[in-house]
């Protein structure tokens, strides 16, 4: 098996705010290999998008990378300096935001901000740069893309706005393309049409994607893997098919009972998962999620569980998967203990 | 868009006659006159004074003869100078007031823009602090304390520069860092709380993860959307430090319009009060003008349009 173009390893970044350390990711851990799609799914405050901005080195002042390695191609992106990231971003990795009408400047014609990608990180001409804007365009399909090179972000609705920031994104042909929540701010057909775009073109570039999403819809459709996190960790991991079928955390059956179901005629309510999520200022010490947790022990609370492995990359974090926990119905049936 | 200019043009001589038609009435509803004074003059000379003057006329009269002599370009005799017009006076100050507020504009721009935009990047930290501090000095001590404080300690104790004039070149520190202060205080101060604010937006995140170099992303991004308050504040202070400071130009004694502004309402020279407030609403309405255009080279979102009827 090939090396994986990117490997965190133990990630943990914390805010140092007024009121103390919050700690928004902890140990966090995966591989991603090339042209892979990996979700990242988790509710607000799960940690999935300040993973995503560590590695990039694009975190806010307050937020510091405390401990981990994220080896993307041998190298470790933590300990890179701003020079050496920079010359990454948009380049061998690029990124695309959640709301596309603040994402793009204002006052710079759309061309422009394509252009100036294009430039940072080839040696080409401006013409040249031009030319592969237009080519860009063109491949998310925006029309009369010549012609719209001259317009500005606010003269494109927001499904043409997020087709922009992808074609900035695949400027450079990145190896990596993080997209962080692509689609939230969308209406719904138009999440769609980008979501088809954004598999296609990946299909075609080979290039590898992160998607992170509250949407588990999202991930059935488009994830060949998915990573749910809650607290900051890594709740459950494994492929999208075996995750589905096979949900062995109780957050994830939560997650997966509270969608809706518009094939379902009997009109039951949807089910939540009470409470709220766990406080990083102070995160409990055993299992973030035990205080909402239908099944949770006295162990949950004393001490944080393990990664239980599953098979087929398969992994939970939770103590009913310890050989000695009581047996669940839907849980622990099937996995196959550590 | 011409058709916007032309409109706005039009707005502007609109608004002008009615600062015009609304000084004169309101000046003249004010008790006494040019010649009122503490010594009581001969009935006969207040007699031939108002009738030289026109001051005997019905106000109605006044009123359009004064509007008439505004459309020709001359605002009239100077009551209190006499020999002197009005259009002297200000063809006399002007060139000092100019020169001063011109230098005092330059240092607004030259020092606010930069200080605010070092305290926003070193937001929390010393330089911020000391920026701030001083600002906000600025902003709070008035000119004259500044200007006599800064006279006393560099024109009579360290004898740097020369106590009042502008015969040499010298001269033109203390009244210009008089007239600035205030200005760059206050522009620095917006100009930081602007960038920080402009930092936060969605689209420096964006320039950033564009691999764009600290530079390009503060200034080709961040810059110009944190100056578009800026620019909306230097409209009129332009038309402020251009029209020029009855304080400054009286401590530095300085042949300005400024003071003119001031002593032509004690002396109800009637004349002078609505020469020069006529002059500083025209500078102020086409700064003002001029700031609005400058938005369309700023931020591309803006559109004028004549409002169609």
């Known amino acids: 098996m090939s090396a994986p173009l990117l490997s965190v390893t133990n990630l943990s970044t914390s805010f140092f705010t007024s009121r103390g350390e919050v700690q928004a990711v902890r140990g966090v851990s995966f591989e991603l290999r090339a042209g892979e799609i990996l979700g990242i799914v988790g509710e607000s405050g799960s940690g999935k998008s300040i993973t995503c901005m560590s590695i990039m080195g694009l975190l806010r002042s307050s937020g510091r990378v405390i401990d981990g390695t994220a080896l993307f191609e041998g190298r470790d992106l933590i300990t890179l300096d701003e020079d050496e990231l920079s010359a990454l971003r948009g380049n061998d990795i690029s990124m695309i935001f959640q709301d596309p009408m603040t994402s793009l400047n204002p006052t710079l014609t759309v061309g422009e901000q394509v252009i100036e990608t294009i430039l940072r990180h080839r040696k080409v001409s401006r013409a040249e740069a031009r030319a592969r804007a237009i080519e860009l365009f063109e491949l998310v399909r925006i029309p009369s893309a010549a012609k719209r090179l001259r317009s500005y972000p606010h003269e494109f609705s927001g499904g043409m706005r997020q087709r922009v920031m992808i074609a900035i994104a695949l400027a450079c042909d990145p190896k990596l393309l993080i997209a962080d929540e692509p689609t939230t701010a969308l209406d719904v057909t138009i999440q769609r049409q980008i979501l088809a775009l954004l598999k296609e073109l990946q299909g075609r570039l080979g290039m590898a994607v992160i998607l992170i999403t509250h949407d588990l819809g999202v991930i059935a459709e488009t994830a060949d893997r998915v990573l749910v996190m809650y607290g900051g960790m890594v709740m459950e991991e494994g492929p999208v098919r075996e995750l589905f079928a096979r949900p062995s955390h109780p957050y994830t059956r939560g997650l997966l009972a509270s969608i809706p179901d518009l094939r379902d005629d009997t009109h039951h309510r949807l089910t939540p998962i009470p409470g709220s999520p766990p406080d990083m200022l102070r995160p409990p010490k055993g299992c973030p999620f035990a205080p909402r947790c239908p099944h949770a022990m006295a162990q949950c609370n004393a001490a944080l569980p393990p990664l239980y492995d599953a098979g087929e990359g398969h992994r939970a974090r939770c103590w009913l998967h310890h050989p000695e926990a009581p047996r669940v119905a839907g849980i622990t049936a099937e996995l196959v203990t550590a | ?309």
């Open chain 2, 1 to 309: 868009m011409t058709a916007y200019v032309v409109q706005r043009m039009l707005l502007m001589l609109v608004t002008l006659f009615a600062i015009i038609t609304l000084t004169f009435f309101l000046m003249h509803a004010v008790p006494g006159g040019p010649f009122t004074s503490e010594k009581i003059l001969q009935p006969e000379i207040q007699a031939a004074l108002n009738a030289k003057y026109h001051l005997d006329d019905p106000l109605w009269l006044q009123y359009l003869t004064y509007l008439k002599g505004v459309l020709s370009f001359d605002l009239g005799p100077s009551f209190k100078y006499a020999g002197m017009s009005v259009n002297q006076i200000i063809a006399e100050g002007l060139p000092v007031t100019m020169k001063t507020g011109a230098l005092a504009l330059i240092c607004v721009v030259a020092l606010g823009v930069p200080l605010g935009i070092v305290a926003a990047l070193n937001r929390n930290r010393w330089p911020d602090t000391l920026v701030m501090v001083i600002a906000t000095i600025g902003v709070a001590v008035p000119s004259y304390v500044i200007a006599t404080v800064a006279l006393y300690v560099f024109a009579l104790r360290l004898g740097w520069v020369p106590t009042f004039g502008l015969d040499d070149w010298r001269g033109y520190f203390l009244p210009v860092f008089a007239l600035s202060g205030f200005w760059i205080s206050f522009i620095a101060r917006l100009a930081r709380s602007s960038l920080l604010e402009t930092l936060q937006q969605d689209y420096m995140m964006t320039a950033r993860a564009k691999g764009l170099r600290r530079g390009t992303v503060l200034f080709k991004h961040g810059l110009r959307n944190s100056l578009i308050p800026v620019v909306t504040v230097l409209g009129p202070v332009v038309a402020n430090l251009l029209t020029g400071s009855f304080v400054i130009e009286q401590i530095f004694a300085l042949p300005g319009i400024g003071r003119h502004f001031v002593l032509s309402i004690t002396n109800r020279d009637y004349t002078a009060i609505m020469g020069i407030t006529i002059f500083y609403a025209a500078v102020l309405m086409v700064m003002i003008f001029i700031v609005d255009m400058l938005y369309l080279v700023l931020d591309p979102r803006i559109k004028y349009r004549a409002d169609a009827k």
